[in-house]
């Protein structure tokens, strides 16, 4: 019994007592301050000729390629385990039954 009053009397008795480091909300604007200054640093970059770097447009590719392959590899794994086919081919076809209840091709 001693036990269950001191386990008690360490818990919080109101929200303003309660340690909460983390809150939605806070996550949320530090979240949308980080979003909001990386997009106006970026387009104030825009203005100045420094920052106009001439890119070969075959290393864009191989670098979106790379970085696709990076943020989805988890997700085309999971795929290929399950053998998922995100396309028609090779998809078995379902069709329904002609002449069923649900079928309402008949116009009065």
């Known amino acids: 019994n001693e036990q269950m009053t001191i386990f008690f009397t ?3 008795t109101n929200c303003s007592s309660s340690i909460r480091l983390i809150t ?5 604007r530090v979240q949308m301050y980080a979003i909001t200054k990386a997009f106006v640093i970026a387009f104030v ?3 100045f000729s420094v920052f106009d ?3 070969f447009w075959p290393i864009l590719l191989c670098y979106w390629i790379v970085l696709f392959v990076l943020t989805m590899k988890r997700q085309i794994l999971h795929m290929v385990k399950y053998k998922y086919v995100p396309f028609n081919i090779g998809k078995q076809k379902y069709g329904r039954k002609k002449g069923g209840a649900s079928s309402s091709s008949s116009k009065d």
């Open 53 to 55: 770097v001439p890119v």
């Open 10 to 12: 360490l818990l919080p």
């Open 24 to 28: 939605p909300g806070r996550i949320y």
């Open 45 to 47: 970059m825009t203005f």
